[in-house]
């Protein structure tokens, strides 16, 4: 019994870093030192899921067949569904990001264009035809 508790014990503790990620990627803002945090959850959650995997892999059975299979499963489903929002989440925000980019690049291109003449040449992008 004691494996078993050990072993539901490690799938709850994958739950809370699960959890936690998700708060993490749903952050409005992102700074070095949330991003350092995301990094450490991932380690986190990949550790965990490292040692449920020797430990299932130790009991060598299905999970399906094992006696807490009914208190293991919707741990299991809500760590999965979990998964699934924060991935959902991220390329959301990616997707973002990369509009964000965009736009700037644009931005910077149209003031290099239409930008005084320094010291710096410059290659004009646009040309006005009056001139």
Do not use: C
């Given at each position: ?76 489903e809500r760590i999965a569904k979990m998964q699934e929002v924060t991935a959902s989440v ?16 644009q931005t910077k291109t149209v003031l290099n264009a239409y930008a005084e003449p320094e ?13």
């Amino acid at each position: 019994m004691a494996q078993a508790s050990e072993h539901l014990d490690l799938y709850e503790r994958l739950l809370l870093v699960s959890g936690q990620l998700l708060e993490w990627a749903e952050a409005t803002e992102w700074d070095d030192q949330v991003l350092a945090k995301g990094s450490a959850l991932q380690r986190e959650w990949n550790e965990l899921q490292e040692m449920i995997r020797a430990k299932e892999e130790k009991l060598g059975i299905q999970l399906s067949q094992l006696p807490y299979a009914d208190e293991l499963r919707p741990i299991a489903e809500r760590i999965a569904k979990m998964q699934e929002v924060t991935a959902s989440v991220l390329q959301e925000r990616m997707s973002m990001l990369g509009k964000s980019m965009k736009g700037l690049q644009q931005t910077k291109t149209v003031l290099n264009a239409y930008a005084e003449p320094e010291e710096a040449v410059h290659t004009a992008y646009f040309f006005d035809e009056k001139k």
